[in-house]
Nanobody
Framework: QLQLVESGGGLVQPGGSLRLSCTAS????????IGWFRQAPESEREWVSC????????YYTDSVKGRFTISKDNAKTTVYLQMNDLKPEDTAVYSC??????????????????WGQGTRVSVSS
C-alpha cells in the first residue's frame, strides 16, 4: 500500500509562488502515475496536473499551463508541484493521488487508488 502525504501549502499573495510536495511511504513504482487534484470551496474536484508512469510525459490543465510544473525527485519518493504566478482562483485544497498504469494520466479521480490528505493553498492579498 502506498501512503501519500502532501505538504507546502499556505497563504500567499497573488503573483507569489509555492512548492507543494507529495511524499510517498516508499519508492513510487514505475507503473504509477502521480496526479495533483484540487477542490475549491463549493466546487467539484478538479484535475490539475500529472506525471505519467516511468517518469513519462507531464500534463496540465489549461488554466495552470505555463505557471505550474510537476516533477519527481531522483529517489522517486516525492513528487513536486511548483506553482508560480498564483492567482486567487488557484485557492483550493490540493491533493496528490496515485493511478496504477496511468500511462496517459487520467482526469478521472476514481481511477486513482491512493490519496493524500490534502494541503490548503490560499491566494489572497
Amino acid at each position: 500500500q502506498l501512503q501519500l502525504v502532501e505538504s507546502g501549502g499556505g497563504l500567499v499573495q497573488p503573483g507569489g509562488s509555492l512548492r507543494l510536495s507529495c511524499t510517498a511511504s516508499a519508492v513510487i513504482p514505475d507503473y504509477y502515475a502521480i496526479g495533483w487534484f484540487r477542490q475549491a470551496p463549493e466546487s467539484e474536484r478538479e484535475w490539475v496536473s500529472c506525471i505519467s508512469t516511468s517518469d513519462g510525459p507531464t500534463y496540465y490543465t489549461d488554466s495552470v499551463k505555463g505557471r505550474f510544473t510537476i516533477s519527481k525527485d531522483n529517489a522517486k519518493t516525492t513528487v513536486y508541484l511548483q506553482m508560480n504566478d498564483l492567482k486567487p482562483e488557484d485557492t483550493a485544497v490540493y491533493s496528490c493521488a496515485a493511478e496504477p498504469g496511468g500511462l496517459h494520466c487520467s482526469h478521472d479521480p476514481t481511477l486513482y487508488n491512493y490519496w493524500g490528505q490534502g494541503t490548503r493553498v490560499s491566494v489572497s492579498s
